[in-house]
């Protein structure tokens, strides 16, 4: 069935140094990938997304990247803070228009 | 504000209840979807809908769940005959459906605490 795994379940980094989250999906139809960052407590909240028909994409400190042959995604954090710290899922919509999500990574950033 | 909408934000109930969540979505977004989320975990699909059209509920979900989005704008969850396993954030997310798809909002979600 469609699964989207995720890795690592938690990361930690030095404030200013990069983080990459990194995620596969199982259907290769899938056509879309957000990322979602949630704060404790509070609700998912979409941060960067990209299409098939797109290899990178880039939103000032934060990049997705996307091999569709590999079937892997991934986020690149740069030049972390400390707000930066919270929990990231990737996501996948299926051919069926179904939205699945990872296991989620929590980011922790140290000042 | 005009965003994703839940109610209740928090219940609790004891093992055995019924327990209903409404959920209503952003007014032009004909895809709406269903999730659990528990503790440290990503959202776990439950169920989606296409307008009014239930189009597919996980095979993970027991026949004490059920899902409705009668005129095609709210839905509602309902779990019968609780149980303390069910305790989780109820969340609830809407997008439009169009070509070059689109992001999804979420709702606050719904804390369900069964004891």
């Known amino acids: 069935g469609e699964n989207v795994e995720q890795h690592p379940s938690t990361l930690s980094v030095q404030e200013g140094d990069s983080a990459v989250i990194k995620c596969t999906y199982s259907d290769s139809a899938s056509n879309y990938f957000p990322w979602y960052k949630q704060e404790l407590g509070k609700r998912p909240q979409l941060i960067i997304d990209i299409r098939s028909n797109v290899g990178e994409k880039k939103d000032q400190r934060i990049a997705v990247t996307l091999n569709k042959t590999a079937k892997h995604f991934s986020l690149h954090i740069t030049e972390t803070q400390p707000e930066d710290s919270a929990v990231y899922f990737c996501?996948?919509?299926?051919?069926?228009?179904?939205?699945?999500f990872g296991t989620g990574t929590r980011l922790q950033v140290f000042p | 504000d005009t965003g994703v909408s839940q109610n209740p934000r928090h219940k609790i109930t004891k093992r055995g209840q019924n327990v209903t969540f409404r959920c209503d979505p952003i007014s032009e977004h004909n895809r709406l979807y269903w999730y659990r989320q528990t503790l440290g975990q990503g959202p776990e699909f439950l169920t989606y809908f296409q307008n009014e059209a239930q189009l597919e509920k996980s095979r993970l979900l027991s026949d004490r769940f059920s899902a409705e989005r009668p005129k095609g704008s709210f839905s509602t969850l309902e779990i019968q005959r609780t149980e303390q396993g069910d305790s989780a954030m109820y969340l609830c997310?809407?997008?439009?459906?169009?070509?070059?798809?689109?992001?999804?909002?979420f709702g606050q979600g719904t804390r369900l605490t069964v004891v």
């Open positions: 997310a809407s997008r439009k459906n169009r070509a070059g798809n689109t992001e999804a909002f």
């Open positions: 996501a996948a919509i299926h051919n069926t228009d179904k939205l699945i």
